[in-house]
């Protein structure tokens, strides 16, 4: 009929509302790049200072120090790059350790996709979002995001994420240029930087009693598995080790509780 009144929309979830508020993903995008700023991109970036070094020490130009920040971000395989070239090691073995190296990304990675992925997400995202996950920005991802909007997310991803990848970067370059300059324990140092804030971080992101035994469980176990674990396999074994221990003795605690 004419005359009837129009049917109301149904209303809006609480994502919705986000989107209706005015927060386009552009906003969101610049909120990650900020609150990288804030602190996160510091602590990162300095621990990238000493593999700048490496890169000069074992004779490679500036240009290749930043490239390898760009193309494998990550300290240890840089440092184990840099390493085996000097040593004039083959290149398949070099490929072959490197890809051990980053098996400990693969958790990371499966964990944080699904956070941060809509049903729109294409495969190309999907990608070049995994080559940007490291340690710190899952750490820190892991705690942030899940407090955006799920249409927000990629895009606080981005930012949080480009951010650390661009102080990485340019302390990559900065590193080579001055670690001549610092005395080498100290240069040695700063690449612990990145593990020490991913302890504090997972101990700061630990809400329930089976986080902390995970905790501690990894912590207790690391030097066995630094000591007997295939090379670039320790932190995955030490990763199903301590998880499934952690588990076992939260079902022991809560079957005890019920009993």
Not at 7 to 17: F, G, K, V
Not at 36 to 61: E, H, I, K
Request: glycine share 8%; charged share 15%.
């Amino acid at each position: 009929m004419s005359g009837a009144a129009p049917i109301p929309d149904p209303p809006a979830s609480a994502e919705d509302a986000e989107d209706l508020g005015g927060r386009s993903r552009s906003v969101w995008f610049w909120d990650g790049a900020r609150q990288a700023l804030a602190g996160p991109m510091l602590v990162v970036s300095v621990s990238l200072l000493s593999v700048g070094g490496l890169a000069r020490d074992a004779g490679f130009s500036v240009e290749i120090a930043v490239a390898s920040t760009i193309l494998l971000w990550a300290g240890p395989a840089q440092v184990l790059f840099f390493g085996a070239v000097a040593a004039k090691t083959s290149w398949p073995v070099i490929a072959f350790t490197i890809s051990l190296s980053s098996v400990r990304f693969v958790p990371m990675v499966v964990s944080l996709l699904p956070i941060i992925r809509t049903k729109h997400t294409r495969l190309p995202t999907l990608l070049l979002a995994a080559h940007c996950i490291a340690v710190t920005v899952w750490a820190e991802g892991m705690r942030r995001i899940p407090l955006v909007p799920r249409d927000g997310r990629m895009a606080f991803f981005f930012g949080f994420s480009f951010i650390c990848f661009l102080g990485t970067t340019i302390s990559t370059a900065v590193g080579f240029i001055l670690i001549g300059e610092l005395p080498r324990p100290l240069a040695a140092g700063l690449l612990f930087m990145t593990p020490i804030y991913f302890v504090a971080a997972l101990t700061r992101n630990a809400k329930s009693p089976i986080d902390s035994w995970a905790l501690v469980l990894g912590l207790a176990i690391a030097p066995l598995t630094e000591a007997f674990a295939p090379r670039g396999l320790d932190l995955l074994v030490l990763g199903v080790v301590g998880g499934t221990g952690a588990w076992l003795i939260q079902r022991v605690l809560d079957e005890r509780a019920r009993a």
